[in-house]
């Protein structure tokens, strides 16, 4: 599983996920900042990364049947080490996340 890391997503959490074998860029890696939110779910779906976000106009766009990779999102901010805990755990898990929403922290 590939991810794509929203802006406001930590980016030293993305440098750490990545030296831990976790294919994810970020949005601005991906010249993609500022890309309205339909595109960069797009680019997720055609690239099969799933979107780790704190912005619910994706769960918005998952309501209306958009199609994607998956969503994950963080239903609060969470700080570095609490990131990479989290995205490991979804790594393990899970092997396709195509159209589904994960909410993290998990509960």
Same mark, same amino acid.
């Given at each position: 599983?590939?991810?794509?890391?929203?802006?406001?997503?930590?980016?030293?959490?993305? +440098?750490?996920?990545?030296?831990? %074998?976790?294919?994810?860029? &970020?949005? $601005?890696?991906? &010249?993609? +900042?500022?890309?309205s939110d339909e595109k960069i779910l797009s680019y997720g779906s055609l690239n099969k990364r799933?979107?780790?976000? $704190?912005? &619910?106009?994706?769960?918005? =766009?998952?309501?209306? %049947?958009?199609?994607?990779? %998956?969503? /994950?999102? =963080?239903?609060?901010?969470?700080?570095?080490?609490?990131? /990479?805990?989290?995205?490991? +755990?979804?790594?393990?898990?899970?092997?396709n996340l195509e159209n589904t929403v994960i909410f993290i922290p998990w509960k």
């Open positions: 599983m590939k991810f794509l890391a929203d802006e406001h997503i930590d980016l030293p959490a993305i +440098k750490a996920l990545n030296r831990l %074998g976790i294919g994810i860029i &970020s949005v $601005q890696e991906s &010249s993609m +900042k500022s890309y799933a979107i780790i976000t $704190q912005d &619910s106009d994706f769960l918005k =766009l998952h309501s209306k %049947g958009v199609n994607h990779a %998956g969503i /994950i999102f =963080l239903t609060k901010p969470l700080n570095t080490s609490e990131i /990479i805990r989290e995205i490991q +755990k979804v790594f393990m898990i899970f092997e």
